[in-house]
């Protein structure tokens, strides 16, 4: 069992910045990356961005690069996701994700409670 544990949400203005964090615990080690999801009212949860434990490669959803940076710490089992420029349009509950990597939801076998972001405008 993976537990994960969001935290970092909260509301900021249009422009604004701010950094989420997950901690992980237990059998961290069964899981090859962690990934970053969203849902807004009404939509389905979407990918945001996953990165590896080995190596730290990265990808992107087109509607967050450049904007937002995912980066992790092996040592501490944490893994951030720094959002930049923030637009109301990001505006979801935020979750994280243990798993394969990859950019759909199914292959991650554990999941944060999620965090909620709001961008006014």
């Known amino acids: 069992q993976v537990q994960l544990v969001e935290s970092g949400g909260g509301l900021v203005e249009a422009g604004g910045s701010l950094k989420l964090s997950c901690a992980a615990s237990?059998?961290?080690?069964?899981?090859?990356?962690m990934g970053w999801f969203r849902q807004a009212p009404g939509k389905e949860r979407e990918f945001v961005a996953r990165?590896?434990?080995?190596?730290?490669?990265?990808y992107y959803a087109d509607s967050v690069k450049g904007r937002f940076t995912i980066s992790r710490d092996n040592a501490k089992n944490t893994v951030y996701l720094q959002m930049n420029r923030l637009k109301p349009e990001d505006t979801a509950v935020y979750y994280c994700?243990?798993?394969?990597?990859?950019?759909?939801?199914?292959?991650?076998?554990?999941w944060g409670q999620g965090t909620q972001v709001t961008v006014s405008s």
């Open positions: 990165i590896k434990w080995s190596g730290g490669i990265t």
């Open positions: 994700a243990a798993g394969a990597y990859s950019t759909r939801d199914y292959e991650y076998d554990y």
């Open positions: 237990g059998r961290t080690f069964s899981s090859s990356a």
